[in-house]
């Protein structure tokens, strides 16, 4: 069966979107692609091969037989259009961040689990390998994580309207750039206990953090920190895990191949040298997971990466905000739908008392 598609928002990352795509085109087809600026959609859409262009999303679901909607707009529309998506039975694709809260993911789920997140990261054949690898027990217990997502994003990316905003983009380098590192670190390392944080605004045009810090415990003992930036002019990204009988390490910047991956053996450890071959020069992107969505659809699964997956990192954000904001280790499940930070990761009604620099707090 060959799947139809579309693309709902064609700014920048509407474009790995199509890619995919076409890398999947036995598969899945993108038979059409929505924006508000209707002339943006038609000239994306005749750039990617498709000639049905809609300028919302009601007029593409209403015309359109679709199997798959990716919605690549911006973060404050992904849970109004995800529900819409879901009541015309269509299931739905959602850029990071899926959505500016720990409540609009609970809304979502009551209406159907047909909906994904993109965390494309996990799908990349050394993240694979590398769970396949502790599943063995070769590489010994977690003990220590290092995760560090050091970016740079001058005034000028700030000037487009819904950056930087608590309304519209939900937080700062936590949200929406930190978040694919550290989804991939709770991917690897299982259930997080405890996160103790910072957050501060120390140089860009924000109302939201431009950078954060976080001491994380897991509930098998091992610990992690993981820091967020947009001021760091020396752009990487980085993971390191430090296992019993090795350590493995990443570093890349936004995709990562087989030969960003490097394995350290402990003495007497010398056979875990080789557990990482240079397989592949691809680099982890969205087409990854658009092949295990595929398979989900195809053996009639729920879409990875799921609405509960995609809750424990969005959870994840909303401990380290308060923990930012109160000054106060927060705990797995102790943010429940009437927590200040369950329906804003700002809090609702919050002063912050626990900032490095500039004031944050849940105000305009």
Not at 60 to 72: G, K, N
Not at 128 to 154: I, Q, S, Y
Request: negative net charge; hydrophobic residues 40%.
């Amino acid at each position: 069966m060959r799947y139809r598609a579309a693309i709902v928002g064609t700014g920048a990352i509407a474009t790995a979107h199509a890619e995919a795509l076409r890398q999947h085109a036995d598969r899945i087809e993108l038979v059409a692609v929505a924006d508000v600026v209707p002339s943006r959609a038609q000239a994306f859409a005749e750039a990617w091969g498709t000639k049905a262009a809609y300028p919302d999303l009601s007029e593409l679901l209403t015309t359109e037989v679709l199997d798959l909607v990716h919605l690549c707009t911006p973060p404050s529309t992904h849970a109004p259009m995800a529900r819409e998506c879901l009541r015309a039975g269509v299931n739905v694709l959602m850029e990071k961040p899926p959505t500016l809260s720990l409540n609009e993911i609970d809304a979502i789920s009551e209406i159907s689990d047909k909906a994904a997140t993109v965390f494309q990261h996990r799908f990349g054949s050394g993240a694979v390998r590398l769970r396949k690898l502790m599943k063995t027990g070769a590489l010994g217990r977690p003990l220590l994580a290092t995760c560090h997502t050091l970016w740079f994003r001058d005034d000028e990316y700030y000037r487009v309207p819904w950056r930087g905003k608590w309304e519209t983009e939900g937080g700062g380098p936590t949200m929406g750039h930190g978040i694919h590192q550290f989804d991939l670190l709770l991917s690897i390392l299982g259930p997080w206990e405890r996160v103790t944080a910072i957050a501060a605004r120390r140089s860009r045009p924000v109302e939201t953090e431009d950078v954060s810090m976080a001491l994380v415990e897991f509930a098998d003992g091992a610990v992690a920190s993981v820091v967020n930036s947009v001021v760091s002019p020396r752009q990487t990204s980085m993971l390191r895990f430090d296992f019993e009988h090795a350590t493995v390490e990443l570093e890349h910047l936004y995709g990562y191949s087989d030969a960003d991956w490097t394995i350290t053996p402990a003495p007497s450890y010398d056979d875990l040298a080789h557990s990482f071959p240079r397989e592949s020069a691809a680099r982890s992107s969205h087409a990854d997971q658009l092949a295990a969505i595929l398979d989900a659809l195809d053996a009639g699964e729920p879409l990875p990466v799921t609405l509960p997956e995609t809750r424990l990192t969005m959870e994840f954000i909303a401990a380290l905000y308060a923990s930012a904001a109160t000054g106060k280790p927060v705990r797995r499940g102790e943010i429940g739908p009437d927590h200040p930070f369950a329906a804003r990761m700002n809090g609702t009604g919050i002063t912050w008392q626990n900032c490095a620099s500039t004031t944050l707090s849940n105000g305009r």
